[in-house]
């Protein structure tokens, strides 16, 4: 995890890196014109010697290596080739084609719905502010990536109104599909300011930028599964009751569907809310059990499955990426127009809120059996009660409502899935250079 620092600290680095060392060399190229006598030029060659050596040592292998320009024109936000890039990749294909604003685009969701609208041709334009709440590293291969892919992914924060209303002004976006967010549930106890900041401030900011809009963007945007909290009845439906958080990851999410509401009833923004499910896949987040479990079981480590009360087993309603991709889509192209605009409503707008998960909920236990099968390693087991911080026993999702109106049907099961997550576990972290931009 030093690793990550390292990049960040790369990206502050000024836009003319290395500025000051011609500029010191030509001062000092002209003074020896000026004083030259025979003895000081001598001195003077073999100090510019020295200097040459130094600067070639200093551009050895063993230093970071200096960014490319490609890099700096591309991350220097608002110049010219900045906003060349931004239109380019907001270009849709596809005639009458969708032009989305993707926010955490260089996150496991976000990736993956960036590739999918790119590919069928609408345009795309990406943004993500990389922070280091996991592998900066793997955030960064993914914008690798999509870069690839002709995804353009913008380096800033959902909280920065300027950059959010130059973006607005610049593209005429017809969708956003929001994903940017802080995520995860135990974290949230020792970084409780990082949930209010993204998912509660930032959510505003995002939403002050759609209503002013013209046009106003359609909103789609990841609330959670977890907002069913302490609720009991099985499977969860939309209607139950969401109303016992259990984390404040939760409350954040809950809180981000009443503040959709308000944005919706005063404004007119069209807006849907989609319950994720434990997305997995491969690009996926280190941070969640299915990735950490096999980076443990292959380094031959101890891991820790959390049971229920009287050892009865904890179960997830594991959903595939594919999946709720198709899901993410369907909502989009789904989504009616906004109703305002400049900040006035015209009329009553669009607000869903549906469930994307697989409505097949495995204990986790059996998550480990097919991990042992999978990577051929028998994982080293340690069953613990599971602590009061967040998590629940279980999630399992209706998702009739998402079949009805969205004709979302997943089709991966969990031992399908994680075989193609391995497979590109594998393949990723035995070759991390393939993804370096
Ligand atoms: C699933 O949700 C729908 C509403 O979308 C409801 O009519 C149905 O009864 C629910 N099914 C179960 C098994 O709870």
Redo the contacts with the bound molecule.
Sequence with gaps: MSQPKAISHFDLAPSTPGKLKPDRLSAYIHRLRFQAPLFKLTIGSALFLGLVVFLVVSCSPSAPPPPSPRRILGDSRGGSYWERRVRSSARARAHAGHVVLVTGASGFVGTHVCLHLKRRGDGVVGLDNFNDYYDVELKRARQTLLGRAGVFVVEGDINDRELMEKLFDMVAFTHVMHLAAQAGVRYAMKNPASYVHSNIAGFVNLFEVCKSANPQPAVVWASSSSVYGLNS???F???DRTDQPASLYAATKKAGEEIAHTYNHIYGLSITGLRFFTVYGPWGRPDMAYYFFTQHILQRKQIEIFEGPQHSSVSRDFTYIDDVVEGCLAALDTAKKSTGSGGTKKGSAQFRVYNLGNTSPVPVTKLVSILEKLLKVKAKKKLLPMPRNGDVKFTHA????AQ?ELGYKPTTDLETGLKKFVKWYLDYHSDLRKYSS
Excluded: F, H, T
């Design positions: 009845k099985v499977p439906s939309e209607k209706n998702i009739s409502l009805r």
